[in-house]
């Protein structure tokens, strides 16, 4: 168990601490000639046309660099779609699988420039709330499974950050592909992801998002280099 532990923190050392300076943002996806968004599997010439299946529900789709507005609330409302995440800090960016909830939480998953890929959890734009910058800032469970804390205490605490309105945490340290076991594969293979954060003041907040459809996003931001 020792050496398993520490081949563990071996594979997670060393990376930039910048999620914390992470901007998110969903982009508007490029049009096929049916007038559906161009799913990331399809060639640019079925698109032109006019064949756009598979596509999935198109969502809220901001001007790249904006910040995406809450969705409407309803039970069709929440889509995922391909957008980018950009370093305040070093100007660096890529691909990104966004989604907002009804309630205008955002989740997101990307690829760093490391290679490392991380989950992260948003409050809505017109929260009030302020997330703690450190100790246990939010925990979410996939389905029926067991809670997962995002904490920045103890022995894994420097793989999870908060600036106030975001917690970023690493769920896949990123060499060789994605494990049949492990953070990542279990959201990619979840249903719905149930999310409670920890303000600084006041009670627990919880929310929950969809993951239909999520998978073939995800894997598209994580592997689009």
Known sequence: MI???LLTLSAFMHFPAHAQQLILA????????????????QSEASCRGGSSQPVPSPGPTPQSGQTPKPAIPSPQSQ??????????????????AVTVNPAGFQMALFRGK?????????LPQGSF???????????????????????T????????????????SVVFHGEGPIPPTGALRDILNARRVTVRFFPDRGSAVDTNFEMHGAASTIASAINTR
């Open 129 to 151: 709330d302020q997330l703690p910058k450190s100790g246990r800032i939010a925990a979410y469970r996939l389905d029926e499974a067991d809670v997962r804390d995002l904490d």
């Open 79 to 96: 889509t995922w779609t391909l957008g980018r995440w950009q370093d305040a800090l070093t100007g660096e960016s890529g691909p990104a």
């Open 114 to 122: 490391d290679m490392r890929v991380r989950i992260s959890l948003s």
């Open 153 to 168: 205490t103890g022995i894994l605490g420097f793989l999870t950050e908060s600036n106030g309105r975001t917690v970023t």
């Open 26 to 41: 969903q982009t508007r996806p490029e049009m096929c000639a049916d007038g559906k968004p161009r799913h990331w599997s």
């Open 3 to 5: 050496w398993l532990l």
